[in-house]
């Protein structure tokens, strides 16, 4: 945020300050509140008139007391760390596949308009004029009033004009059922909103967890590559000394550019899951993306697991991919019902009103009009007879879509009872493993101490080192593992019974 002019002005005379301001001041507190010394500056500056008189060294006190707290608000907003809560809800908002579905759903609803419409009327109207040339016509004589007159022209014009109205009377229960048919499609589009936010959910959830390990998993990496460069350079003082064979010492230097590549390596990972979530969030042109950190204590990742049969009863009866399905069958039932109905007559009523007017006739335009005006009113039965089979076809066919709906709920059932079966046994699973990696990663730790300290005088080998850090850095990754992993599948089995996501 800046307070630039596009005018040059001198800057000294009489100039109104709320124009060069405004914008700052506007700008300004709507994030933060004055100081107490940036209003004392102003109001030095502004007099009864709102006219100024100012220097340079004026406009740079103003500025600056200003642009301090403005450029401290900039920096804060480029810092600003991404709760999961706050990412979520970000991309409720702005993800492209979300809005896409939400467009289908006024899609759908134009749908249930128009097939409501279908139950008035239809009225149209029509015309039709057209002009003729016959160059070799033959004169006409007319009698009218007993006096003979000769006419001959050569071109000629006629036109018609004509109202038309339709409507259906019956057609079987057709348009009835094709309207609760069309609120069906526009409830699973909905429905179907839900899936793709709740996908989307999942999806954001997943990647915040394995950024959150990954962060840890870089710290790790680098108090490993702190404490191989401390044990390389005690060792470069022991060859020095003559207590350790160089080529020990190139061991601990190929172990020290070992840990910088897997230090590089789980930044990288960092960065590539960063920005897998930042196109989920849909946000571009942001460098300085960073997450806040959580600090899962053990009574987070240790609480109990919810039963997944409870789980599974629960989301059943919400889910939408189950609601969804089971509008599907009510759906694929109306049209059984509607390709019955070809099997029935259908009434029609017809009503039309046209006239007509032509040149050559002593007639005016309006009498014309007038006098050829004709009216019809007219009911039309249709009854099937022999269709090729046609309907019958069409009832096979919305009877085999039914079957067809109802294995794809079974599907759909299955499949949930299958993801959330995973979520329990991954995180009963990854619960008993982070006990144990804590205990071990305490055993682990004591280990090493004690192997750096013997090693540091010369007791154990360089070998033995190498070994204790390599189970060390082993049994630290189990322990990140094994706690987000808990922490991952025990939110979505809560999010699978209806509450909101929450680390």
Same mark, same amino acid.
């Given at each position: 945020?800046?307070?630039?002019?596009?005018?040059?002005?001198?800057?000294?005379?009489?100039?109104?300050?709320?124009?060069?301001?405004? +914008?700052c001041l506007t700008t300004y507190m709507r994030n933060r509140q004055l100081t107490k010394s940036s209003l004392y500056s102003m109001k030095k500056l502004i007099n009864?008139?709102?006219?100024? =008189?100012?220097?340079?060294?004026?406009?740079?006190?103003? %500025?600056?007391?200003?642009?301090?707290?403005?450029?401290?608000?900039?920096?804060?907003?480029?810092?600003?760390?991404?709760?999961?809560?706050?990412?979520?809800?970000?991309?409720?908002?702005?993800?492209?596949?979300?809005?896409?579905?939400?467009?289908?759903?006024?899609?759908?609803?134009?749908?249930?308009?128009?097939?409501?419409?279908?139950?008035?009327?239809?009225?149209?109207?029509?015309?039709?004029?057209?002009?003729?040339?016959?160059?070799?016509?033959?004169?006409?004589?007319?009698?009218?009033?007993?006096?003979?007159?000769?006419?001959?022209?050569?071109?000629?014009?006629?036109?018609?004009?004509?109202?038309?109205?339709?409507?259906?009377?019956?057609?079987? &229960?057709? +348009?009835t059922k094709n309207i609760k048919q069309n609120k069906l499609t526009q409830e699973m589009s909905e429905l179907n909103t839900e899936k793709t936010a709740n996908s989307?959910?999942?999806?954001?959830?997943?990647?915040? $967890?394995?950024? %959150?390990?990954? =962060?840890?998993?870089?710290? /790790?990496?680098?108090?490993? %590559?702190?404490?191989?460069?401390?044990?390389?350079?005690?060792?470069?003082?022991m060859v020095a000394v003559g207590s350790l064979a160089r080529v020990d010492l190139m061991q601990l230097e190929a172990q020290v550019s070992q840990d910088q590549y897997?230090?590089?390596?789980?930044?990288?990972?960092?960065? @590539?899951?960063?920005?897998?979530?930042?196109?989920?969030?849909?946000?571009?042109?942001?460098?300085?993306?960073?997450?806040?950190?959580?600090?899962?204590?053990?009574?987070?990742? %240790?609480?109990?697991?919810?039963?997944?049969?409870?789980?599974?009863?629960?989301?059943?009866?919400?889910?939408?991919?189950?609601?969804?399905?089971?509008?599907?069958?009510?759906?694929?039932?109306?049209? $059984?019902?509607?390709?019955?109905?070809?099997?029935?007559?259908?009434?029609?009523?017809?009503?039309?009103?046209?006239?007509?007017?032509?040149?050559?006739?002593?007639?005016?335009?309006?009498?014309?009009?007038? =006098?050829?005006?004709?009216?019809?009113? &007219?009911?039309?039965?249709? /009854?099937?007879?022999?269709?090729?089979?046609?309907?019958?076809? @069409?009832?096979?066919?919305?009877?085999? =879509?039914?079957?067809?709906?109802?294995?794809?709920?079974?599907?759909?059932?299955?499949?949930?009872?299958? *993801?959330?079966?995973?979520?329990?046994?991954?995180?009963?699973?990854?619960?008993?493993?982070?006990?144990?990696?804590?205990? !071990?990663?305490?055993?682990?730790?004591?280990?090493?101490?004690?192997?750096?300290?013997?090693?540091?005088?010369?007791?154990?080998?360089?070998?033995?080192? *190498?070994? &204790?850090?390599?189970?060390?850095?082993?049994?630290?990754?189990?322990?990140?593992?094994?706690?987000? !992993?808990?922490?991952?599948?025990?939110?979505?089995?809560?999010?699978?019974?209806?509450?909101?996501?929450?680390?």
């Amino acid at each position: 945020m800046y307070c630039t002019s596009h005018h040059r002005t001198r800057l000294t005379g009489r100039l109104p300050f709320f124009y060069i301001f405004s +914008n700052c001041l506007t700008t300004y507190m709507r994030n933060r509140q004055l100081t107490k010394s940036s209003l004392y500056s102003m109001k030095k500056l502004i007099n009864q008139n709102n006219m100024i =008189t100012f220097t340079r060294q004026s406009i740079k006190t103003a %500025l600056l007391s200003l642009s301090l707290p403005l450029i401290s608000f900039s920096v804060y907003a480029q810092t600003q760390q991404w709760t999961l809560k706050q990412c979520l809800d970000y991309a409720m908002e702005h993800n492209i596949s979300l809005q896409q579905s939400k467009i289908t759903e006024l899609q759908n609803e134009l749908t249930v308009l128009q097939s409501k419409a279908a139950l008035f009327p239809s009225l149209s109207f029509s015309t039709n004029q057209n002009t003729s040339w016959r160059p070799y016509s033959q004169s006409t004589i007319n009698l009218t009033n007993g006096t003979m007159t000769t006419t001959q022209s050569t071109v000629n014009y006629n036109g018609s004009y004509g109202l038309n109205a339709s409507m259906t009377v019956w057609n079987g &229960g057709r +348009n009835t059922k094709n309207i609760k048919q069309n609120k069906l499609t526009q409830e699973m589009s909905e429905l179907n909103t839900e899936k793709t936010a709740n996908s989307i959910q999942e999806q954001i959830t997943q990647l915040y $967890v394995q950024i %959150l390990y990954q =962060t840890e998993a870089v710290e /790790v990496n680098k108090e490993i %590559l702190k404490a191989a460069e401390q044990q390389r350079d005690r060792a470069k003082e022991m060859v020095a000394v003559g207590s350790l064979a160089r080529v020990d010492l190139m061991q601990l230097e190929a172990q020290v550019s070992q840990d910088q590549y897997n230090v590089v390596n789980a930044k990288s990972q960092l960065e @590539n899951y960063k920005f897998q979530l930042k196109q989920l969030l849909e946000l571009t042109g942001t460098d300085n993306f960073e997450i806040a950190s959580t600090q899962a204590s053990d009574q987070q990742v %240790l609480v109990p697991i919810p039963d997944k049969r409870s789980v599974y009863a629960t989301a059943r009866q919400q889910r939408p991919e189950i609601r969804s399905s089971q509008v599907n069958i009510e759906s694929s039932e109306l049209a $059984v019902k509607i390709a019955k109905a070809g099997y029935l007559p259908q009434v029609n009523l017809n009503a039309s009103a046209g006239t007509s007017n032509a040149s050559g006739m002593h007639n005016s335009f309006g009498n014309q009009i007038k =006098t050829n005006l004709s009216n019809s009113l &007219g009911v039309s039965i249709s /009854v099937p007879i022999f269709d090729q089979q046609q309907n019958r076809t @069409n009832v096979q066919k919305a009877k085999l =879509t039914r079957l067809s709906s109802e294995l794809q709920l079974q599907d759909a059932e299955k499949t949930l009872y299958s *993801t959330i079966e995973n979520y329990w046994l991954n995180a009963t699973t990854s619960q008993q493993q982070y006990v144990y990696a804590k205990t !071990n990663v305490e055993s682990m730790s004591a280990s090493y101490d004690l192997v750096s300290e013997q090693f540091r005088l010369g007791l154990k080998n360089i070998i033995e080192l *190498t070994t &204790g850090k390599t189970n060390l850095m082993q049994a630290e990754q189990q322990l990140l593992q094994s706690k987000y !992993n808990t922490l991952y599948n025990i939110a979505m089995l809560r999010f699978y019974q209806g509450e909101t996501i929450a680390l």
